[in-house]
């Protein structure tokens, strides 16, 4: 996971070093165009009721200023905790998750540089589950998606991305439906 992080900081500097002499024009955001992202994002784990972080991709294409259509891969890591089993007696358990989806997304430009964002699609759901001794089972869903966010443009192509996403409903094991998140997003 630390090779992870480190990989996707060392590819949003060099993106970011690359567009460091660009500036702001606005009359390009009314084009169509792609964009990519990496991000970090963190939930609350169900069953060791703590906190993660995890990596999360996305792309999408902007339509025009205001709309575009996003999908994106967000993976959980795992964790192991201390768990009952089916025995009654105390063991080890390891979960790990991952969520993708699909999304409508509207944004709302607040100024030059601040925007604001509202995604609302569809997510499909995995958690693995691994008890010592007993076996594995796995969660899988699909539910809707929903997501809310503000971003900073840095320059013309690069900006910095905060939501909050929601990914169906909550789950038993592994991390909770509710995201928090923070990344990179680099527009061609």
Do not use: C
Request: proline letters at 3%.
């Amino acid at each position: 996971m630390k090779k992870l992080i480190i990989a996707l900081a060392a590819g949003v500097a060099a993106m970011g070093a690359a567009q460091a002499q660009s500036t702001i024009d606005t009359s390009n955001y009314t084009a169509p165009r792609p964009y990519v992202g990496v991000g970090v994002s963190g939930g609350k784990n169900q069953a060791s009721d703590d906190w993660r972080a995890g990596a999360k991709v996305f792309g999408g294409y902007n339509i025009d200023q205001n709309w575009a259509v996003e999908l994106g891969y967000t993976h959980f890591g795992s964790r192991d905790y201390d768990t009952n089993v089916p025995s009654g007696l105390p063991g080890r358990a390891s979960v790990k998750g991952n969520s993708s989806y699909v999304a409508a997304k509207y944004a709302y430009p607040l100024n030059e540089r601040f925007s604001a964002y509202g995604k609302l699609g569809a997510s499909y759901n995995e958690r693995k589950n691994r008890i010592a001794g007993y076996g594995d089972y796995n969660e899988r869903d699909t539910g809707l998606y929903g997501g809310l966010g503000v971003e900073y443009a840095l320059n013309q192509n690069t900006s910095i991305v905060g939501e909050y996403e929601r990914y169906g409903r909550d789950k038993d094991t592994g991390t909770k439906a509710d995201i928090v998140s923070v990344g990179l997003k680099y527009g061609f």
